[in-house]
């Protein structure tokens, strides 16, 4: 597909078929991070049908938040351009395995008593034509974070613009698959800078809208706002 005829969009058919590239290239590249798993749609089964593989979403739970510095780098719908698309697609991921020996400067033990789980679900969006991030945090022993305590996990750019656009850049809304209130990141805008982003650069646009490509540009930034980065090792391939 030529990225200069593209809106920035995508089927649901080719959802399915970046994420399933998308985690095989991850859990490839980066044995040492948690995986992420393609996961069918519950709803299905539920309503008597068998299991649809392709009507389904993608999940990565269980990780530990490490602390957020001032450097951390925001890429918002409202503050978004093309030189922070650019820089976004250079961080490393801040998240890891509960239980995982970590760097205590850069990430927080699984066992500490205060930590706080996250779980990230990359959901389809057909309103949209766009993938969604899903989230949920929690205590240890599974109370839920209000979004007042996930503010405080955030990085400081990105709780800047949580205070000014409380509700619009971050909601908090049933989860399409699971009938449970969840937290999203909202899609507005994501189809602009998704062809920005492929447009802007050389290898990108060379080669036209590649789905292997699409998840990994589209969380090397919606992932920042979170403090979830792509890892380096992902990004060179």
């Known amino acids: 597909m030529d990225v200069f005829s593209w809106d920035g969009t995508i089927s649901s058919r080719d959802f ?11 859990n490839r590249s980066n044995h040492g991070f948690p995986p992420w798993t393609w996961v069918p749609s519950p709803k299905h089964h539920h309503l008597g049908l068998p299991l649809n593989q392709v009507n389904g979403y993608l999940i990565l739970e269980k990780l530990c938040l490490a602390e957020s510095t001032d450097q951390e780098h925001l890429s918002s719908k409202e503050d978004l351009d093309i030189d922070e698309l650019t820089q976004a697609r250079n961080e490393e991921v801040i998240f890891s395995k509960e239980g995982e020996p970590v760097d205590s400067a850069t990430l927080v033990e699984g066992n500490s008593a ?32 209000v979004l007042d305590e996930i503010e405080k996990d955030l990085p400081a750019s990105s709780a800047k613009v949580l205070l000014e656009s409380k509700w619009t850049f ?8 699971l009938n449970r209130p969840w937290y999203k990141l909202h899609p507005c805008g994501t189809s602009e800078w998704m062809k920005l982003l492929f447009q802007s650069d050389t290898s990108l646009a060379k080669n036209g809208v590649s789905l292997e490509l699409y998840l990994v540009s589209w969380l090397s930034v919606v992932g920042q706002v979170v403090g979830l980065k792509i890892p380096s090792e992902l990004l060179k391939h």
Do not use: C, M
């Not at 994420?19 to 290239?25: E, G, L, N, S, T």
């Not at 679900?121 to 109370?143: C, E, K, M, T």
């Open 16 to 26: 399915y078929a970046a994420a399933r590239a998308f985690a095989d290239k991850w």
């Open 114 to 145: 205060g930590v706080h789980h996250y779980d990230f679900h990359i959901v389809y969006i057909a309103s949209y034509r766009v993938p969604v991030l899903y989230f949920r945090a929690y205590w240890n022993d599974g109370q839920p974070l």
């Open 170 to 177: 971050i909601t908090q809304e049933e989860h399409p698959h």
